[in-house]
């Protein structure tokens, strides 16, 4: 007949072998998965400091500007004066974006034109491949853009995403609510 490690088959110095291995071997991953728990929430950014860094992105580009900006200033505001710059830069890699939210990944041609280190304007061309372009085409293309975000911060706006879904002044613990859904899925735009 098979031992079965049971209360009643076992000898309490047999289990207490077996709870002393258990616990070697669990305890390091369970203190390792708290601890790690605990300094994600510990690094946490505050509501309270993210809205200011959303005010003094949106202080720096408006999103008005979008809908309002045409040619050669548009230009400027989206992809910046030079290159590592302006609304698109600092959005993917600037420190005023960074806690906001990420865009980064890929390339450049997400944004289907961009300025190149060498000053030279490249659209998306055939598959994944940038091409040159000419200032004029690049505009184009950054008022077709600009004109799909700033329907978009419409739309946030008018479903009241623009914030968060935090409000200190709630009385819950954490400083949190629930938001609107939208389809069916949480609208929610997350602090982290």
Known sequence: MVNRLTPNRC?????SEIARRMN?????EAK?????A???EASATHPETIEAKRRQFVAEFPPEQLGKLRGKELLEFVH????????????????LGKGLGSIAGGSALKYRVYRAQTGEWKRKGAGAVPVACSELDAIRITE???????????WADELHLGVGEYHLGNSSPSGYR????????SARISPH
């Open 11 to 15: 000898s309490a110095r047999r289990l």
């Open 24 to 28: 070697e071997s669990l305890l390091p």
């Open 32 to 36: 390792q998965i708290l601890l790690t």
């Open 38 to 40: 605990y300094h994600k």
């Open 80 to 95: 910046g004066p030079q290159a590592a710059s302006g609304l698109l830069y600092q959005l993917e890699f600037g420190e």
């Open 144 to 154: 077709q853009l600009a004109d799909q975000l700033y329907s978009g911060f419409l």
């Open 178 to 185: 629930p938001c609107r859904s939208f389809r069916g899925k």
